[in-house]
């Protein structure tokens, strides 16, 4: 099953992006047979990360939640919040590469 997460990260937490980047991206890699499609948001094309959206294949809400609360931008309070949502796409035969 295909869920969504969609964080928002805490106010003034820039240090914290900073200082967890690197231990961040080594936690997707290592999930990445079940976090298909992480990446950071912003409000504007250049602005600063205020958040993240993960695509994730997994077996159950609990699953998910697991995965995102283990991250160690959640673990370390990067993370303000998150919301979770089953994910369906519009035409599953058609192949996207991005």
Same mark, same amino acid.
């Given at each position: 099953?295909?869920?969504?997460?969609?964080?928002?990260?805490?106010?003034?937490a820039?240090?914290?992006?900073?200082?967890?980047?690197a231990?961040?991206?080594?936690?997707?890699?290592?999930?990445?047979?079940?976090?298909?499609l992480?990446?950071?948001m912003?409000p =504007?094309?250049? @602005?600063?990360?205020q @958040?993240?959206?993960?695509v994730?294949?997994?077996?159950?809400?609990?699953?998910?939640?697991?995965?995102?609360e283990?991250?160690?931008?959640?673990?370390? @309070?990067?993370?303000?919040?998150?919301r979770?949502? =089953?994910? @369906?796409?519009a035409?599953?035969d058609?192949?996207?590469?991005?």
């Amino acid at each position: 099953m295909r869920w969504i997460a969609i964080f928002e990260d805490k106010a003034d937490a820039l240090a914290l992006r900073e200082r967890f980047t690197a231990e961040h991206m080594a936690y997707l890699d290592a999930h990445r047979e079940r976090i298909l499609l992480p990446g950071g948001m912003r409000p =504007v094309p250049g @602005g600063a990360l205020q @958040g993240g959206l993960w695509v994730m294949e997994v077996e159950s809400r609990e699953e998910a939640v697991r995965l995102c609360e283990d991250d160690p931008f959640f673990r370390h @309070g990067l993370r303000h919040t998150y919301r979770l949502a =089953v994910w @369906g796409k519009a035409f599953p035969d058609r192949r996207v590469t991005l």
